[in-house]
């Protein structure tokens, strides 16, 4: 199975990202869901994992199901939030032993219903982590925020934390943004403080305004005013709101490769519509690695 950092070393990849479902419902739609993708070929999938309770275990699951049963390069995503560093490690370990060699290395955030502890603070100290009990195994990876992290107050600081954390790591991934620009600032500042950590950028096509628009008040992704009209003005349409999301998220893409973006990361919320037009939208091919 190929690390990613490898595959980015080769060319652009192209990755889909999924999350552990809560019910049977969600299982089959999940299952269905890779079933459409997985002819795409796509560069590595990876599975988020939750902020507490059942579905940890099934981030797990999923990824070495991915790794036994699809040709498919799963990447685990592994939060610190609410484990302590022995857990973490025996995490990582259980991924090593069954040969996952992709790990997303995150803080998590605190989860509504229990209290949070975090024996690791931040992201690089997983990264860290990671790297002692993988052995040199895995390609690890971590979060980037092209417009700041949502906490951060002083964006020059968050920069240069990110800068640090991208050294430490092999690559990273950002959240979903709207424009260019957000992501080519983050990249340019990230290098000024001599880091040269490939950053894939996350997309997330919008095919509900208010679900995408509450979304982006979390994460801190400021959604631009003329697509929010252009979307509220059919919102009762949800063909026409999907329609003008793959559209924007099309041209997007576009721009980032045409601006050295090393790769481009699919948010499909479990649903494979949306990414197989843009893929279409874009000619790529499929078994793109
Ligand atoms: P960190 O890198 O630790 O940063 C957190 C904050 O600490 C930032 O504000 C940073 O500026 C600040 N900071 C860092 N270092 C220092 C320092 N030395 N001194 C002072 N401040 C510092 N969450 C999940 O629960 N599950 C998932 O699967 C998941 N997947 C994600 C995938 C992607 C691609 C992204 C972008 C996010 C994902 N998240 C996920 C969300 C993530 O857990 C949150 O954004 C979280 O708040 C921060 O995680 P981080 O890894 O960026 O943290």
């Excluded at 070929?41 to 599975?47: D, L, T």
């Excluded at 049963?69 to 990447?75: A, G, I, K, S, V």
Aim: proline share 6%.
């Amino acid at each position: 199975m190929p690390r990613i950092d490898e595959l980015l070393a080769a060319g652009p990849t192209y990755s889909f990202e999924f999350f552990p479902p809560r019910t049977d419902a969600g299982e089959a739609k999940l299952r269905a869901t890779l079933n459409e993708l997985e002819p795409l070929g796509p560069s590595f999938v990876s599975v988020t994992y939750g902020a507490g309770g059942s579905t940890r275990e099934r981030t797990h699951q999923i990824v070495v199901d991915m790794l036994e049963h699809t040709t498919m390069t799963p990447m685990a995503h592994l939060t610190a939030v609410c484990h302590t560093r022995d857990e973490l490690a025996d995490i990582l370990a259980r991924y090593r032993d069954a040969g996952v060699k992709n790990i997303l290395a995150l803080r998590g955030d605190a989860p509504q219903d229990v209290e949070p502890f975090w024996e690791l603070e931040r992201a690089i100290d997983l990264v860290e982590l990671a790297r002692e009990v993988g052995g040199g195994q895995f390609a690890i990876g971590v979060a980037a925020h092209p417009e700041g992290h949502p906490s951060s107050r002083v964006l020059a600081e968050d920069r240069r934390h990110l800068a640090t954390k991208l050294t430490a790591a092999d690559f990273g991934v950002t959240q979903f943004f709207f424009t260019v620009d957000a992501y080519l600032a983050m990249v340019d500042a990230v290098r000024s403080h001599g880091c040269d950590t490939p950053i894939v950028p996350g997309v997330m096509p919008v095919t509900n305004v208010r679900q995408i628009e509450r979304f982006a008040q979390l994460s801190g992704a400021a959604f631009p005013t003329e697509l929010g009209d252009r979307l509220h003005a059919v919102e009762d349409d949800a063909a026409e709101v999907a329609r003008i999301g793959i559209e924007v998220a099309t041209q997007l893409c576009r721009d980032l490769l045409d601006a050295g973006a090393p790769g481009l990361h699919f948010y499909t919320l479990n649903s494979s519509t949306a990414t197989r037009e843009i893929y279409a939208n874009l000619g790529l091919p499929a078994a793109t690695r």
